[in-house]
C-alpha cells in the first residue's frame, strides 16, 4: 500500500518560516520524481517545486528565492522549506510521486500565514 503523507504546517507570521516534510512509503522513492503542490481555498491546485531522481530542483515562480525542496532517498523523505511566508502562501500544501504513469498524493497539510 502506497502511503504519502504530509507534515509540519500550522500557523505562522507573514515573513515566518516552516518546513514541511513528506514521508513515503510502498514505493522504491529514489525512482520517483516528487512534487509539491498548494491549494488555496476557492482556487485552482498548483505546482509548488518539484525535485527529479538525481536532485535537480525547479521551483514555481511564486517560490523561487523563498523556498527550498530536498529529499532524503535513505529516510524517504521530501522536505520544504518554506521562508519570508506570505499571507497569499495560505493553502493547504500536498505532495506527489511520480514515476511514468504511476502518480500518488498525501492528504495535505494546512498552511496558514497570518498575523
Wanted: net charge positive; hydrophobic share 30%.
Amino acid at each position: 500500500q502506497v502511503r504519502l503523507v504530509e507534515s509540519g504546517g500550522g500557523l505562522v507570521q507573514p515573513g515566518g518560516s516552516l518546513r514541511l516534510s513528506c514521508a513515503a512509503s510502498g514505493i522504491i522513492f529514489k525512482d520517483y520524481v516528487m512534487y509539491w503542490y498548494r491549494q488555496a481555498p476557492g482556487k485552482q491546485r498548483e505546482l509548488v517545486a518539484f525535485i527529479t531522481t538525481s536532485s535537480t530542483t525547479n521551483y514555481a515562480d511564486s517560490g523561487k528565492g523563498r523556498f527550498g525542496i530536498s529529499r532524503d532517498n535513505a529516510k524517504n523523505t521530501v522536505d520544504l522549506q518554506l521562508n519570508s511566508l506570505r499571507p497569499e502562501d495560505t493553502a493547504t500544501y500536498y505532495c506527489k510521486a511520480v514515476y511514468g504513469f504511476r502518480s500518488f498524493w498525501g492528504q495535505g497539510t494546512q498552511v496558514t500565514v497570518s498575523s
